[in-house]
């Protein structure tokens, strides 16, 4: 069975800070597709970034950056010089290929910029 | 190109009564899926349609149902509901990355 677990559930931080939320996940499949979300609370999830399990490379765009370790089986997400408009739930997900949409989510992290 | 859209965006209902939810994929996409949303259990997969067929389901009762249609919209249908349906219901399209509507909230009463 495939698990998302974001161990980080709120995370409060000041504006222009540097923040790494935590994704961990488990699989048996060995070709998936990982995802970050963020959900303003406007209420819509809005799609960050897709990578998938053979792709462990960094990705950075903008003031976001993902960091994929296959080894520690993490997809972990930094935000860098934090602003307000970041405030929002956060999301992991996990799916596997094929074309199925079977997305398990994590439990979500819920990231407060304080001006 | 417009957006996932999800209809109505606000519903109230008494425990045992039906309801049913729309949505309309981006434009060209052909899979559509649905969660339901709720601060206790968070984001849970129902199921997911292609093509007009239902290709994964989520461990939900038989009381919620759903359909796709030529047109790849989709509708969702939670029969007698009760309290604990009361959540967030999310539609999203996919590529295979989703692009989800802005969801409809259910009260259940």
């Known amino acids: 069975a495939q698990k998302v677990t974001q161990a980080q559930t709120e995370i409060s931080v000041v504006e222009k800070e540097d923040v790494t939320l935590d994704c961990v996940y488990e699989t048996r499949d060995t070709t998936y597709y990982l995802f970050w979300y963020k959900q303003p609370p406007s209420g819509e999830l809005v799609f960050l970034i897709r990578r998938n399990s053979f792709d462990e490379q960094n990705e950075i765009s903008g003031r976001y950056s993902w960091n994929f370790q296959k080894s520690t089986s993490s997809f972990n997400f930094t935000i860098t010089a934090s602003q307000v408009v970041d405030s929002a739930v956060y999301f992991c997900a996990l799916s596997e290929a094929g074309g199925y949409q079977k997305v398990t989510f994590g439990t979500g992290t819920k990231l407060q910029v304080i001006p | 190109k417009a957006g996932v859209t999800q209809t109505p965006r606000y519903l109230i209902k008494t425990r045992g009564q039906q309801v049913t939810l729309s949505c309309s994929p981006i434009?060209?996409?052909?899979?559509v899926s649905w969660y339901q949303q709720t601060p206790g259990q968070g984001l849970q997969f129902l199921f997911e349609y292609f093509s007009e067929t239902q290709r994964n389901k989520g461990n939900f009762p038989g009381r919620f149902s759903g359909r796709q249609f030529s047109n790849s919209r989709s509708e969702m249908n939670v029969s007698t509901l009760e309290l604990g349906d009361s959540a967030l219901y999310l539609c999203?399209?996919?590529?295979?990355?989703?692009?989800f509507g802005p969801g409809t909230r259910l009260t259940v009463t």
């Open positions: 434009s060209g996409h052909r899979s």
């Open positions: 999203a399209s996919s590529l295979p990355e989703q692009y």
